[in-house]
């Protein structure tokens, strides 16, 4: 899918995958502290009740589990973008959208599998 004399497509989806990756470094660590056990002191938890500070916390570790898997897909696609399976369907074997890897570049799956696996 990607002609791989195509370097300013490359290096643009290398940005990206860059910037993903940054941006959820940050938002792992940040879900990290939210995802930490809940502390029994009620001083410590303030008026937020033990109930809205579990709650709080299942959904952050469920963020987190979603970022940490997305993150392993950029360092996928990053180790892959220059081989020659990157940009193609790893089901079904056919090339992903350009469109859809510029706005995924990390996508391993084309819409199609990824609708079937959902
Ligand atoms: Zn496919």
Redesign the pocket.
């Known amino acids: 899918m990607i002609d791989p004399g195509d370097k300013v497509m490359l290096d643009s989806l290398l940005v990206r995958l860059e910037t993903l990756e940054l941006e959820l470094r940050t938002e792992i660590d940040s879900l990290k502290e939210h995802a930490k056990p809940v502390a029994l002191d009620q001083q410590a938890v303030g008026r937020v009740s033990r109930g809205d500070a579990l709650q709080q916390q299942s959904m952050a570790q469920a963020n987190l589990a979603r970022c940490e898997q997305r993150l392993e897909q950029v360092y996928h696609a990053m180790r892959h973008l220059e081989s020659d399976d990157y940009g193609y369907?790893e089901?079904?074997d056919?090339p992903i959208s350009l469109a859809r890897l510029q706005a995924y570049p990390e996508s391993r799956?084309?819409i199609?599998?990824q609708q079937n696996a959902e």
């Open positions: 369907c089901v079904c056919e799956l084309c199609k599998c």
